[in-house]
């Protein structure tokens, strides 16, 4: 990081300086983040089949699936803290996603717990109902960032 | 741009009562970890309070700290002290015709990571000082008049995480994890060489997740009973994984078929005749993760053809959410076991007294190993008790008879497994911590003999 703010400095340079980084400027954390909701939403998939066949074997893939999510969101938060120490371009109305985006993460950690009990009440209800409302988070978080930068055109130049 | 800063205001307070509700739950799920008075829940129809599931699992492990000079505590009327030390993870005893004690240091195979909470279960055990790497042998002691060991060879080597013995005339069976083997033995024999012939298959890996298979052979030596632990606490590795587990057999030491004598028994790991009515009894290991004061481990009479409840219920007809689809035909039949020894002890071993150096008191009784808790507080177990009977039934409360495996800051020194009485009447306990083999005899000396 130390790297990209000297580059800033010396090779561009005063008023420029933000316009020409963006090109190369394009975040990294909102990539890493969409593996993370696959898994979140995939736990889901997983849970409901669990609570139809009692079949072990879909409770088992949920557990990775939280957890596989839940290590992918730590390294989407780290991905995020590089892009703002690297001044890379967050996009403007981030706030709908970094709250959305946290309580799901928090919601799916306490989910994990939840998965560490043993056979049945690892899933249901709780377990389920958790990872029902994670993926209800992360649709209506997707639907007001979405809004805000389609309807409203926020954080879009015109 | 206003406007997205007030909407995400809107959206980022709706949110935060949501994640204090989740927060609050978290510290909800930290408490009721502690348990009652263990006393309590002694005998026979122990009080069984509500089950509860938790958040974040129970995990109390004590510490590991060493025996140094020190040895277990025994009550007046008693001695202990080190028959011998520096084993590999001595798991159970046995006692031969001629007096030799026959030592199995052994430990289960490596528990595969099947879930993200294998993880931390392999962790929490390496830090009980359970993870150590058993001998897979089998050492034989020959004790001599001072009660020090005068020989000490490796009976029988590279053996699979061997865990019950049994000597049958000539044939000496060991059970494996995943066989019982017969191997042939002459009197006075410290070491076997010949190759050994497998029995029976017994259920082995690749979970294994209770491993030990007791042993025991009936008095006219036709059959061999074997207690075979369940494949998980509570069936979180799927049905099919418990097929002929959570069970005693029977196997036919003529052919090696066997028959299930009875089920439902999630981990039987000792197995004794009562000397008494001459009935099998077990010590059994009763399911985790539901409470500290559940679900309470047993000492019970295995009667034939009798179903005691796991993983579908416990204690009779208390039903076990965690189990689907549920079997109320067989729940209606779950005998509840006869004599509770409180919750997370872990009885790993039973010896009934039949000998006569002990005090009179503990004649025709049963002593019960008991590893200790790793799941509740405060801990439990870390002891030898004595449960008296009479008539063939337990008669009181049991008594701690060999204790200070916790020390005045309850750091683990030891952890007592296998039981035995040796051939002169002394109590043998193995201890797979502290890596030692302790000898509890009389200190009277008109009772006590010479060994």
Known sequence: MQDTGLTDTTFTGGTNARST?????????????????????????????????????????????????????????????????????????????????????????????????????AVVPTGLMLSGLVVVILLFTGWVGSALVYRHRVGVST | MMHAVKIAHSVKRSHLDLLLVAVAGLGLAGCNYEGGDPRKEIGANPPLPALQQYLI???????????????????????????????????????????????????????????????????????????????????????????????????LDHLNSPFGVALVGNDLYVANTDAIVRYPYQDGQTSITAPGTKLTDLPGGPIDHHWTKSLLASPDGSKLYVGVGSNSN??????????????VW??????????????????????????ETHKLWAVVNERDEIGPDLVPDYLTSVQDGAFYGWPYSYYGQHLDPRVQPQRPDL??????????????????????????????????????????????????GYKVVFVPFSGGKPSGPAQDVVTGFLDANNQARGRPVGLAVDRSGGLLVADDLGDTVWRVSSNDPRSASSN
């Open chain 1, 21 to 121: 980084a963006k090109p190369s400027g394009q975040p990294i954390h909102p990539i890493v983040a969409a593996f993370s909701i696959a898994c979140f939403a995939g736990a889901f998939v997983t849970d409901f089949v669990y609570w139809r066949t009692v079949a072990v074997m879909w409770e088992t893939l949920s557990d990775w699936l939280i957890t596989a999510g839940l290590i992918i969101a730590g390294v989407a938060v780290i991905a995020f803290v590089i892009d703002l120490v690297g001044r890379k371009q967050v996009r403007t109305p981030a706030w709908p996603y970094a709250v959305g985006y946290a309580l799901a993460v928090l919601l799916s950690l306490v989910n994990a717990f939840v998965h560490s009990r043993d056979a049945y009440t």
């Open chain 2, 57 to 155: 699992p129970p995990i109390h492990v004590a510490k590991v700290a060493a025996w140094g000079k020190e040895t277990p505590t025994v009550p007046e009327g008693l001695q202990v002290h080190a028959l011998a030390t520096g084993f590999e993870h001595p798991r159970s005893l046995y006692v031969l015709p001629n007096g030799d004690v026959l030592v199995v240091e052994s430990n289960g195979p490596k528990a595969p990571i099947y879930r993200p909470k294998d993880i931390v279960t392999n962790w929490v055990t390496w830090l009980a000082g359970a993870a150590a790497k058993g001998g897979n042998r089998i050492t034989l002691l020959r004790a001599n008049g001072d009660g020090t060991p005068e020989l000490r060879t490796t009976f």
């Open chain 2, 234 to 247: 509570i069936t979180e590795n799927g049905i099919g994984a418990e097929y002929e587990r959570a069970a």
């Open chain 2, 250 to 275: 029977e196997v036919d030491r003529a052919s090696g078929a066997h028959r299930i004598f009875a089920s439902g028994l999630r981990n039987p790991t000792g197995l004794a005749w009562e000397p």
């Open chain 2, 331 to 380: 729940v209606a039949t779950a005998v509840p076991p006869d004599y509770a020894l409180s919750s997370h002890v872990a009885p790993l071993g039973v010896a009934m007294y039949a000998g006569t150096n002990l005090p009179a008191n503990y004649r025709g009784g049963a002593f019960v190993s008991e590893h200790g808790s790793w799941d509740r507080t405060p801990l439990n």
